[in-house]
Structure formats: C-alpha cells, structure tokens
C-alpha cells in the first residue's frame, strides 16, 4: 500500500481532473438520458389524453346506441295494449281465447325483439298474473321466471321510472355464465300502476364488441357500477368481483374534471382515464400500464447502450487529455518533492516545456525570496519577543495593588463605602484588561475605559490634584488599537511630571486625518530635557526602573507600534523644562480586530523594506 501511495500521490492533480470530468460526463449523460425519458412520458401523456378521449367518446357513443335501442323496445312493449292484456287478464279456462292472446302476444314481442336483434340480446317478460314468455332466440339462460325470481326485480321496482342495468350470473352449476340485464318497470301510465317487468339480457362476451376494439396489450377497459361491481371488462377475471379502490379513482377523476389521473392498481403503475355514463349508472375507465406502452414507445435499452458508448468515448479522450496536460507538472513536483524540510537551498533543474520552465524559475526565485524573507522575520520575532516579554514579565505591578488595596482599606476605614465599592469595580476592571494577552487589540473606546479606570484609582489615592480630560473624535471610538498602549503615558505624566508643580492637567486626545489614527497625551507638567529622555530609554531593562503599574515603558510602546505595524508608525515625544510634555503616537487606522499579532505583521509589514 506504501508503495502504490508513493505513485500516486505525485499525479494527485491528474486524478482530480480525471475524477472531476467522470462525474461531470457521467452527471451531463444521466441527465440528458432523465431529461429525454421525461420528455417523452410527458408528450406521451399530452397524446393519450387527447388520443384516448376521443377513444373514450367512440365507446360511450356504442354504449349510448344500444341504450338507445333497449329504451325503444321497452317503450314499445309499455305502448302494446295486446302484451298488457297477455299480461293483466286472468286465466278464462278458454283454451282457444287464451292460445289467441299468446299468439298475439307472440307476434308483438318478435316485433319487439327486432329492436335489438343487432346485439344479440333476448326479450322476456312478466305478468302481475303470472304468464310469461322468454324470447331470448339466443340465449338458453336465464329465462323469465328466473330473471323474476332474482335480486334484480326488486332493484327495479325501487326505480319504476328508470331503466337500469344489471350483472346477473347464472348458477354455478351452470358455469356462472356472466350476462347484462336492463330492466324496465311496465305500468300504467296514468296511474303508474305495475302490470309486468320487461328484461333485456345479452351475455356479456356480446356486450364486450362495443370496446373490445379499443383495447390491446396494456391497454384494458373496465365497466364498473356505482356499488364497485365489474360489469365488463376485456380481462375476463375480473368480471364480477368487487373493486371500491377503482371506484374511487373513477369518481374523483369525474368529479375533479381531470383528464388522466397516475394510479396504482395490481402493483402496477397505470394511466387512468373515466367517464360516467349516466343512462347506465356506470363508469368507463380505461387504464394503462405505463411502463408497457413507454416501453413501446421508447427503447430504453438503446437509449443506456448508446449513452454508455459515448460515455465511454468521452472518458477515453479526457484520460488522454489530462494524462498529457499533468505530464509535465508531474515531472516537475518529483523534482520539488527533494527540496528537504526547512532546506531553501535546493534548487530544481529548469526544464521542459515554455509553462514548465517558467513555473521552475518562479519556483528558485522563490526560494531567493524565501532565504531572504526568513532571515527578516528572524529578527522581527526575536525583537517582537523581546517586546512581550517585557510586557508579560511585569503586567500587574505588586506595589499598585498594596497601594490600591490600602486606600480600598482606608476608604472603608472613613465610612466611604461607595467610594470604596467605585474603586473595588475601576481595580477589576483593570485587572481583567491587563491580565489577558498582551497581543490583542481593543477598540479605543475600550481603551478609553481602562484609561478612566486607571485616573479613578490614582485620583482615590493621590487626591485630584492633576486632571484629566479626553477628546476623542466620534469615529475614532471603534478603531481598534494595541492593549495598554496610552496607559503608560498617563502613567509616566502622574508619577514624573507634577514634581515640582502641585497641579496641572493631562490631556488625552484621539484623532485621525483618514490615512492614520493619532493619539497624544499633552500636560503642562514640569517637562524635561529630551536627552534625560534618551538616557531613561536606555535604562528601561534595567532592575531599578520605576514601573508603577504596567511596566511597558515609554520606549516598549514605541517598539512594539513599530514590530506590529512597520518603521512608519511609533512614538514621538516633545518636551522641555517648564513647558509641559507632548507625546504623539501614530498607528494605521484599524477598523477591525486581526486575530493575532502575527497577522497584524502580514498585513502592515514589508520586511524587505
């Protein structure tokens, strides 16, 4: 595994670009191949909706014409005075009057019978007293004390006015022979008084014809009652049984006006279309099995095939493309692979293409700079150290907390409680802003604070003798500044500069003239002479320096401006005996906080500067 890693880790670049073009094409193919399968479902449904309704008003329009004809005959049949009286008049006894009514009874329902002889459906009828006579030329079942004695003359006497549309089957020890029957109340109609029942039978493999032509191989139609029953269909098995699902699906595609509906019928992903035919009580719905007909339509096996061939096409010419383009870069990453650990002394042989030799020039121009930018940051970290080091080595000054802690004790000694309480909050305060590292930056308005926190406390112990006073212009407050960086100067003006005066004053001021934030401390204390000023900076490391409170110095403040932001920026200082003390610190203008002194280098540094 060691081995195969060291072969392959120096053509990472090739695998990449392999690896981000086999998905690319292997994404672009799927898609395209999804986007066309869509396409074609999509205008297959837009045809078979349009195609199928025509289909669909073809089989109702047969439908409606044999209802036409059954409707005819039964109306026939209710206008014959000759089958009413075959139908109401008792039994005389008479042989000879009553062979005369059956033969005119006879000769009326062959007339009848005519009505629908081209669907070979069969004509029986029933009277209130009992005669009856079976036409049914051609069929042998049911006859018409059969069809009387069923379920279905009650259902038809529930609606006298209406002529409706029954599945009979016959006995099972007939076969069950499935067939449709319409009934028709005869009666009165004046006084709508029932005299007869009128059945129309056909068998059902002769009801089949009126859409038999429009079905096919996944493309079934089903006649189905409004209790759920199967009427018809051209699936044989399916005739008489009981489907509330499709039901359902029939009704709500009725009732919503839609064209085609998906459905899920027999675990099989249909296309359904419905209507209802209200002279039947029924619903057509034919249904098809989309994955069949789709197959049909689309050879989805090509469609892969050909979109694997060119796949595989595709990927060939990328392997040789990429292999060709990394070739190069692949050699050249060998030869930097050599360049040791913190070694910038080993440069590579310049060779190769025009892209490849430029990249190895800029590769050992690079280790020039690099040589030359590591001995500066060098010396930049070691002085930077230097700098923090000071920092961190006195931060918190023993002799200000004794002293700060006596005046607390003093105060509460008084009764100044609340004072005692104020200094107690300013000493926290101040702690908390001092014992965090030293690199981060604050904004001035946090500066501010500690600043005021710090004048507080020299203020509960010295008396207020020397004032203080801040103008800050207001979009210098969230500029962001080094920690502890005003706070020396303060510091220095309190405990040196108001010797030989009782009082004066020290003033902050905070401004920036939109390249550079400015920040002075002005008093009009004692003053000094600037080569006593050069002397303290060169004592500023020595055990005996008189550092109250940070113990940064004068000196350290100016360092540590230059280490973080470059030669351009520090401190100056303007002073003279009796005349007071200028101090004037430059900085960029910082508008948000860098997360680390070393980033601050980055980004105002220049080290070759």
């Not at 709500?252 to 209200?278: F, R, S, W």
């Not at 001035?444 to 005021?452: A, I, M, W, Y």
Request: with cysteine; net charge positive; glycine share 6%.
């Amino acid at each position: 595994m060691k081995a195969l890693y060291e072969r392959l880790k120096f053509h990472g670049l090739f695998i990449k670009m392999f690896a981000v073009m086999f998905v690319s094409i292997i994404a672009i193919a799927v898609s395209v191949a999804w986007t066309n399968l869509r396409m074609t479902e999509k205008l297959f449904l837009e045809t078979f909706s349009i195609t199928n309704s025509k289909v669909m008003n073809q089989v109702k329009s047969n439908f409606e014409s044999f209802h036409y004809s059954n409707v005819l005959a039964a109306m026939t049949a209710q206008q014959s005075g000759t089958l009413k009286t075959f139908l109401t008049e008792k039994s005389s006894g008479q042989s000879t009057k009553e062979m005369n009514a059956y033969y005119g009874m006879t000769q009326q329902m062959r007339k009848i019978q005519t009505t629908v002889d081209a669907y070979s459906a069969g004509i029986a009828i029933v009277g209130k007293n009992g005669r009856n006579y079976s036409g049914n030329s051609y069929l042998t079942k049911p006859n018409a004390r059969e069809l009387y004695g069923s379920a279905l003359t009650p259902k038809a006497e529930a609606a006298p006015g209406k002529m409706m549309y029954h599945l009979y089957e016959g006995q099972a020890e007939e076969g069950g022979k499935p067939f449709i029957v319409a009934t028709k109340v005869l009666q009165e109609p004046t006084t709508g008084q029932k005299y007869g029942m009128l059945y129309i039978t056909i068998d059902e493999k002769d009801f089949k014809p009126f859409y038999s032509s429009f079905t096919s191989e996944g493309n079934d139609v089903v006649i189905i009652d409004s209790s759920g029953t199967v009427m018809s269909s051209n699936h044989a098995s399916l005739v008489g049984q009981k489907n509330v699902q499709l039901l359902s699906y029939a009704r709500e595609i009725q009732e919503q006006g839609l064209h085609v509906k998906k459905v899920k019928m027999m675990g099989k992903d249909e296309l359904m279309l419905a209507q209802y035919l209200p002279s039947y009580n029924f619903y057509l719905v034919n249904m098809i099995d989309q994955k069949q007909v789709l197959g049909q339509m689309v050879n989805t096996k090509s469609i892969i095939l050909l979109v694997l061939v060119i796949v595989l096409v595709a990927l060939i010419i990328v392997f040789l493309i990429s292999r060709k383009m990394t070739r190069s870069l692949t050699l050249l990453s060998r030869q930097m692979s050599k360049v040791t650990s913190r070694n910038f002394h080993n440069y590579v042989n310049v060779s190769g293409g025009y892209e490849i030799r430029q990249l190895g020039e800029a590769y050992n121009y690079m280790l020039d700079e690099v040589n030359d930018y590591v001995a500066r940051l060098v010396h930049t970290q070691q002085e930077q150290r230097k700098a923090e080091l000071a920092a961190l080595q006195q931060q918190i000054n023993p002799h200000f907390l004794y002293n700060t802690l006596a005046s607390v004790k003093f105060l509460v000694q008084q009764g100044s409680k609340e004072k005692a309480v104020d200094t107690i909050h300013a000493l926290i305060s101040l702690l908390q802003n001092t014992i965090s590292s030293v690199s981060e930056t604050i904004t001035v308005e946090e500066e501010l604070v500690s600043l005021k926190h710090y004048v507080f406390i020299n203020h509960i112990r010295y008396g207020e003798r020397i004032r203080v006073s801040y103008f800050v212009a207001p979009d210098c407050n969230g500029y962001h500044v080094p920690k502890l960086m005003i706070q020396p100067f303060i510091e220095n003006a309190f405990f040196h500069a108001f010797n030989e005066k009782e009082s004066g004053f020290i003033h902050v001021l905070i401004s920036s003239d939109g390249r550079q934030l400015i920040c002075e401390v002005v008093d009009n204390g004692d003053g000094m002479d600037m080569q006593q000023l050069e002397q303290a900076r060169d004592k500023r490391h020595q055990k005996g320096s008189r550092q109250l409170f940070s113990g940064i110095g004068v000196a350290n403040v100016h360092e540590r401006i230059r280490l973080l932001y470059g030669e351009d920026y520090g401190v100056t200082i303007a002073s003279g005996r009796g005349e007071g003390t200028k101090v004037r610190i430059t900085m960029p203008i910082i508008e948000h906080p860098p997360k680390s002194g070393e980033e601050i280098q980055k980004k105002y540094q220049n080290p070759k500067k």
